[in-house]
């Protein structure tokens, strides 16, 4: 546990950005507050230093990633398919099976030392999706979840037509968190129909621009999204560079 505790959570919004880009990015600053941890752990309570944590915004050019817990069958696609949707594939370290990024969905990367707020990855995944659910609840969308499954879906009680609108895939180390959600804003759709999503075959995947029947401004949802974290986390949050 830490002897001082940090709410401090530098923020930056990447824009349009290469997942593998992305990705790097991530696991430096991921590896960097792992490597504190491990040294703080064998210094003094008086020479500790504090732990840093960051929120991430990106959007990706078109790409699909697998969790370790995936199955490669639930890709469609083979090498040329994949070029013909001017797409990549990546296996990652995160949990989870296979998804798909793209323009018009917001990709959430919070690495966060939970040392820093609560040691409970359930309690963890429960605010990202509740901050989303609280998002589409100011666009008059009720969304919620579904029990035994990740992320945030619509239908969700009745399921007559359960669809999902946001994924999450995560990975934490000594309490250290990376990868995160993938928010439907106006993402072509057309893409997920290349995949199993989230190895889940009988429930259907939404945005919000489809949900509403028109395009969404994608900078408004993001800082209503910014915000609804800031206060499920008590977060003290910092703009720009990291």
Request: aromatic share 10%.
């Amino acid at each position: 546990m830490n002897q001082v505790i940090n709410k401090k959570v530098k923020f930056l919004d990447l824009g349009s950005k290469d997942y593998k880009e992305a990705w790097d990015f991530q696991e430096t600053l991921f590896a960097t507050t792992v490597a504190r941890k491990i040294e703080n752990r064998k210094s003094t309570v008086d020479k500790q230093l504090t732990t840093d944590n960051y929120l991430i915004f990106v959007e990706h050019p078109h790409v699909y990633t697998l969790g370790k817990s995936g199955e490669l069958a639930h890709l469609l696609l083979d090498e040329e398919g994949l070029k013909q949707k001017q797409a990549v594939f990546y296996k990652i370290n995160r949990g989870g099976d296979i998804t798909y990024h793209g323009p018009g969905q917001l990709v959430g990367y919070p690495i966060l030392d939970l040392d820093n707020f609560f040691t409970d990855i359930h309690k963890y995944l429960r605010y990202l999706e509740e901050a989303i659910i609280l998002t589409l609840a100011e666009y008059g969308i009720i969304a919620g979840r579904i029990e035994g499954l990740t992320g945030v879906w619509l239908d969700h009680i009745e399921q007559k037509n359960p669809r999902k609108i946001c994924a999450l895939g995560v990975k934490s180390s000594r309490w250290v968190t990376m990868h995160g959600f993938a928010f439907n804003i106006n993402a072509n759709l057309e893409y997920f129909g290349n995949i199993v999503p989230c190895g889940i075959a009988d429930k259907a995947v939404t945005s919000m621009h489809l949900e509403l029947g028109r395009s969404v401004d994608e900078v408004v949802v993001k800082e209503k999204v910014k915000q609804h974290l800031v206060n499920l986390f008590e977060m003290e949050l910092i703009e720009g560079e990291i």
